[in-house]
């Protein structure tokens, strides 16, 4: 069973940065098949970045493109989510998912981390 944890959120001012983390295990670990997810109180969950099963680029979220970079470490098993250039509205619960194939949506989930941006 794969376990996904996210760590490196908390509480930071407008204009500041973030990494978050994602470290998995159980499985097999590739970032291809990994994204970042984020939920507002009273809101559904909303795509924030991944990187396809084919490894071959990265998709970003029109509101975050720019600011945040998804990437892997394969040889630690994590998955990070740099995020610049933080703004209030960035404020949310950060999910880390994976797939467990390619023509699957997102089965694994994490706990979630809170980010705070203050103005």
């Known amino acids: 069973q794969v376990q996904l944890v996210e760590s490196g959120g908390g509480l930071v001012q407008a204009g500041g940065s973030l990494r978050l983390s994602c470290a998995a295990s159980?499985?097999?670990?590739?970032?291809?098949?990994m994204g970042w997810f984020r939920q507002t109180p009273g809101n559904e969950r909303e795509f924030v970045a991944d990187?396809?099963?084919?490894?071959?680029?990265?998709y970003y979220a029109d509101s975050v493109k720019g600011r945040f970079t998804i990437s892997g470490d394969n040889a630690k098993n994590t998955v990070y989510l740099q995020m610049n250039a933080l703004k209030p509205e960035d404020t949310a619960v950060y999910y880390c998912?994976?797939?467990?194939?390619?023509?699957?949506?997102?089965?694994?989930w994490g706990q979630g981390t809170q980010v705070t941006v203050s103005s």
């Open positions: 159980g499985g097999t670990f590739s970032s291809n098949g």
């Open positions: 998912a994976a797939k467990r194939g390619p023509y699957t949506g997102y089965t694994y």
């Open positions: 990187i396809p099963w084919s490894g071959d680029r990265t």
